[in-house]
């Protein structure tokens, strides 16, 4: 080739980046536009939607649930079974009836009937009185069931892994078992401390 030749394959090269890039360039303003137009329209239907949410919330008026904690209030929990943990049931419990706002009169009406096994026999062996109070319910499953911080520590020294104990898990039970024997007792206020 001679060195006109040359040139001309970069000029024309050039010349057809150049048509390239104006017809992607085009191809963009047209893909704008009509986003342009499809956000319009989406955002008319959300308004018709939002009106049309708005009257049927005006005919149903106080039929629809409550949301929040009075939403939370006729929820249900399940029973405890025999492969609960007693401690983590009642831990679970008291974190649902305090997100649910649930009065603290209400915790042992509430807690009593999920209780199983061991767990109920030692609430329902309280007086009907005490059963009305959720600190001594809670007191007469921890000592039946043996969840006494000595009966952790014993857990917890006598914890082996077994072969066909997965080392997670193990692990997991020593953390609880520690952690239950060093704070047994949940301390609310500086007056139960002194």
Not at 57 to 84: F, K, N, Q, V
Not at 148 to 170: I, M, S, V
């Amino acid at each position: 080739m001679t060195d006109e030749g040359q040139q001309a394959m970069p000029a024309q090269t050039a010349l057809s980046l150049g048509r390239m890039i104006g017809e992607l360039a085009a191809i963009q303003r047209n893909q704008a536009e009509a986003n342009r137009q499809f956000l319009g329209a989406l955002q008319t239907q959300v308004g018709r939607q939002a009106q049309a949410l708005e009257l049927l919330a005006a005919r149903l008026g106080p039929a629809l649930p409550p949301t929040g904690p009075a939403g939370m209030a006729s929820l249900t929990l399940h029973r405890m079974t025999a492969e609960d943990d007693a401690q983590s049931f009642l831990e679970a419990f008291e974190g649902t009836a305090e997100a649910c706002g649930w009065p603290a009169e209400e915790w042992p009406v509430r807690l009593v009937p999920l209780l199983t096994g061991e767990a109920q026999t030692a609430a329902m062996g309280l007086p009907p009185a005490a059963r009305r109070d959720y600190a001594a319910v809670r007191k007469a499953v921890v000592d039946r069931l043996g969840l006494l911080p000595e009966d952790h520590r014993r857990r917890f020294r006598g914890a082996r892994l077994g072969p066909k104990d997965r080392p997670f898990a193990y692990g997991q039970r020593l953390r609880d078992a520690a952690a239950r024997w060093l704070r047994p007792t949940r301390v609310e206020t500086a007056a139960e401390v002194l």
